[in-house]
């Protein structure tokens, strides 16, 4: 059973590093075609790739977005860490982790449930 | 790189079908069959409910069925059902194996 759960502060301020933890169990991300990606979706917005990391810690992030995050994984944790730096109130946002199995295509087929984060003074 | 782009809202009534595009450009929806197609009720976690342009996941209703022609791909819904309505969104691999996903379609059913 695949399940996903992300971790970190519900606020955060401006100008702060944002760091979120998935912990994941089903899979192993030290197994050839595996992969977990980060996704954000501000309120009533639509969901936002933000960055993935592959089993053979290949990293890939947004465009937009790349000189703010950074993504890493610890595989005997069965973890993987994001963080957002620079925190500004247009990053709030519910983010999500999820599986990815580059070996067969490029969809999220598990998800965890989110966790909302707020940036405010 | 911008969105994909989606119209912001389709409706049907029950038992009707219905189809949500996508579009992208050559560079990801044109170039790669790496399309996928997401439900999203309100409060809930986003659902897989098509991969690689086609593919129905397991547990996925025969009523959702993806395509894809040049840069558009395309979700159809057929014999609409109330539990469909929804939020609804596409996403593709792109270029410099990026991930894009569309603003998103607001289905109602009538």
Redesign the interface.
Known sequence: QVTLRESGPALVKPTQTLTLTCTFSGFSLSTSGMSV?W?RQPPG?????LA?IDWDDGK?Y???LRTRLTISKDTSKNQVVLTMTNMDPVDTATF?CARIIVAR?????F????TLVTVSS | ?S?LTQPASVSGSPGQSITISCTGTSTDVGF?N?V?W?QQHPGK??K?MI??VT?R?SGVSSRFSGSKSGNTASLTISGLQAEDEADY?C?S?GA?????????TKLTVL
């Open positions: 990606g996704v917005k639509a969901p936002e790739w993935r890939y947004s465009t937009s999500y295509g490029y969809e999220f087929d998800w965890g449930q989110g | 790189q969105a790669y790496y996928s997401y976690v986003p897989l991969s690689d593919k996941p969104y996403s691999f410099g194996s990026t991930l894009l996903f569309g603003g998103g």
